[in-house]
């Protein structure tokens, strides 16, 4: 069982490759966000996850509190061996439970056709009339059960800051409470300090992000469908930089374009508005009124 030691404990020394300069897309101005050649050198902390149940085992190595090596291994795929850059990371993770429908239907259909067939073969039947079906039932039961747990999934997952994609996922809990939650703590604090020390724009930020994925698409990492669907989505972002302010023209009839990004100077602007009515008002009804003959 895997648990979180310094990185001086460790024999095996994972290699991580020097971050190459990948051409231009047309749409996206790429330009990076962080040093070229830039290799990570210190490792800080280590966290090793096995469950036996799911077959699976990966291991993580935090570098310079930027960099993470990602190793990985189940029994029916090839070992995955790559990294990725804090910087890209969104800080907050998610809970994420997933149950496998069709295993958890058969579970429960064949659990209670088991409840029955014992009951019936103890109480009503022969003691050998229904056994070999009871027999069957059960373990047909206990098959779906081991299918159930291996293909349902409690995890915590971080996303890419604007491709929303499933960059890296924690095992809860594995391999106990304590490691599992510093550790995510940890890679949640050191995405935050990373990404809040960029100076560069938004799209570059859009654009070094694009690289990442790209570079996840050739290494295997990432399916390229995945990937086509990431590379629309941050071109939208792109497009729509200059579509997330106020569009307000008196020429225009006073009408105002509202998006969800800008609500709280909506808001603002209103309340300003309401409150230079009021006081108008206010003023109006102050005036002295002049005595008639």
């Known amino acids: 069982m895997g648990s979180l030691n310094a990185g001086n ?106 409840v029955v067939l014992i009951l019936i073969n103890g109480f009503y039947g022969e003691p050998w009339t229904l056994l070999p079906i009871t027999v069957a039932t059960v373990c047909s039961a206990s098959i779906a059960l081991l299918v159930l747990i291996y293909r349902s999934k409690d995890r915590v997952v971080f996303f890419s800051r604007y491709g929303r994609v499933n960059w890296l996922e924690f095992l809860i809990n594995k391999p106990n409470q304590r490691a599992c939650k510093d550790f995510i703590e940890m890679i949640a604090s050191a995405s935050h300090a990373v990404s809040s020390h960029q100076s560069s724009r938004h799209e570059q930020r859009l654009g070094a992000e694009l690289r990442e994925h790209r570079r996840l698409r050739d290494e295997g990492i990432l399916p390229s469908k995945v990937y086509e669907d990431v590379k629309g989505r941050l071109l939208g972002q792109h497009a729509n930089l200059n579509n997330t302010f106020i569009e307000c023209d008196d020429h225009k009839d006073n009408q105002m374009e509202i998006n969800s990004s800008n609500l709280r100077y909506v808001f603002k602007e209103l309340f300003t508005r309401i409150v230079k009515k009021i006081v108008s008002i206010q003023k109006n009804n102050k005036k002295p009124v002049l005595p008639t003959s």
């Open 9 to 114: 404990n460790m024999s095996n020394v994972i290699t991580m490759p020097m971050i190459s300069s990948i051409e231009e897309d047309n749409e996206i101005l790429l330009e990076s966000s962080y040093e070229e050649n830039a290799v990570p050198q210190t490792r800080l902390v280590e966290l090793s996850q096995f469950s036996l149940l799911k077959s699976y085992c990966v291991h993580y190595t935090l570098f310079d509190g930027h960099f993470l090596s990602v190793y990985s291994k189940t029994v029916f795929s090839k070992p995955k061996n790559y990294w990725l850059d804090l910087a890209y990371l969104e800080p907050t993770p998610r809970r994420i439970l997933t149950v496998d429908g069709p295993a958890l239907y058969a579970t429960g259909i064949l659990s209670l056709a088991a």
